[in-house]
């Protein structure tokens, strides 16, 4: 399955309800999941971005379908990536 990066930030409402942080990552999995999509794995980073995280999902219009929902929550602002195997990269260039 393809492998994405997302890079995001809360936005002022989820700042202002810190506390349910937990529950906002909860329903973020679950629109992935509902969407055919896995939040692989997420940390929380200091810098330009509030939190990385990697998923993996179908293709790019099944993910970008579920990183709309999410935002439509109003929780997350974020930019998503696909990523490419260091080694198909390779191959492709030779």
């Given at each position: ?15 202002r ?8 990552i909860?329903e973020?999995?679950?629109?992935f999941e ?10 929380s980073?200091?810098g ?5 995280a ?10 970008m379908?579920?990183s709309?929902?999410?935002a439509?929550?109003?929780n ?19």
């Amino acid at each position: 399955m393809p492998t994405y990066i997302r890079l995001g930030n809360l936005t002022d409402q989820a700042v202002r309800n810190v506390q349910k942080l937990g529950d906002m990552i909860a329903e973020a999995r679950r629109i992935f999941e509902a969407n055919g999509c896995k939040l692989v794995q997420a940390w929380s980073t200091l810098g330009a971005y509030d939190f990385v995280a990697v998923i993996e999902g179908p293709d790019d219009a099944t993910v970008m379908k579920a990183s709309a929902l999410i935002a439509k929550a109003g929780n997350f602002r974020a930019v998503t990536l696909p990523a490419v195997p260091m080694a198909d990269f390779i191959a492709s260039v030779k």
